[in-house]
């Protein structure tokens, strides 16, 4: 069964500084992964995805992903927090056996990104 | 650009009574779903549907739950005898069916669901 781990619940940065939020998964073939965001009283927004291809992927405000099969990781980045990021972020990975098995997503327990003015 | 909207924003119900959650999805998306995320808890699968059927369903998803899309527009969820348990954050979520694997889940703002 799959399944997806983010270890750190809570994640304290200042503005301007590095971001990483970790994220490991168990899939028993490629897996589709997904990194959302969730604002208070806001739905799920996507912030990248890895299909297939190259490993880093770019997405939108800046964020991007390494999937490392060896480590079973893919885990977001962005080089400058900003005050606006600060929010909930998912880790997920989808089905791959076709139809609606794509949109079946396990999620992560989600990290809480606080950000220090 | 085209949302998911959910209503209620916000449903109270008491223990045993029937609620109906409402979704319009993208108009040209053919896979809908639901999820549910329990207070502090995972945003957890609930059921997938594509073409007037269910195509998956969670163990979550027993026989008090039910799904319909009764016209071209609207996705509903029914919950027929809420539980306690019941109280949690329902999204719903739609994907195109053209190149699926590809193309993202949109998902809506939400439904909370507080059972009493």
């Known amino acids: 069964a799959q399944s997806v781990t983010q270890p750190d619940i809570h994640i304290t940065v200042s503005e301007g500084a590095s971001l990483e939020l970790r994220c490991n998964y168990s899939y028993g073939a490629t897996p589709y992964l997904f990194w959302y965001v969730q604002s208070p009283g806001q739905g799920l927004q996507l912030l990248l995805k890895?299909?297939?291809?190259?490993?880093l992927v770019q997405g939108i405000k800046g964020f991007e992903a390494e999937f490392k099969r060896s480590q079973s990781s893919f885990n977001l980045r962005k080089p400058s927090v900003h005050w606006s990021d600060a929010a909930e972020y998912f880790c997920a990975v989808g089905g791959n056996a076709g139809g609606t098995s794509y949109g079946k997503l396990t999620f992560g327990q989600g990290t809480i990104l606080t950000v220090h003015p | 650009e085209p949302e998911v909207t959910q209503t209620p924003s916000h449903q109270v119900t008491q223990m045993g009574q029937e609620v109906i959650l409402r979704c319009v999805p993208i108009?040209?998306?053919?896979?809908f779903y639901w999820y549910r995320q329990i207070l502090g808890q995972k945003v957890e699968f609930l059921v997938s549907f594509y073409n007037n059927e269910i195509s998956e369903k969670s163990e979550i998803f027993d026989d008090q739950f039910s799904v319909e899309r009764p016209d071209g527009s609207n996705f509903t969820l029914k919950i027929r005898s809420t539980k306690l348990e019941d109280s949690a954050m329902y999204f719903c979520a739609s994907k195109i069916g053209i190149k699926s694997y590809n193309s993202p889940l949109h998902f809506g703002n939400g439904t909370r669901l507080t059972v009493t």
């Open positions: 108009s040209n998306h053919l896979y």
């Open positions: 890895y299909f297939s291809g190259d490993t």
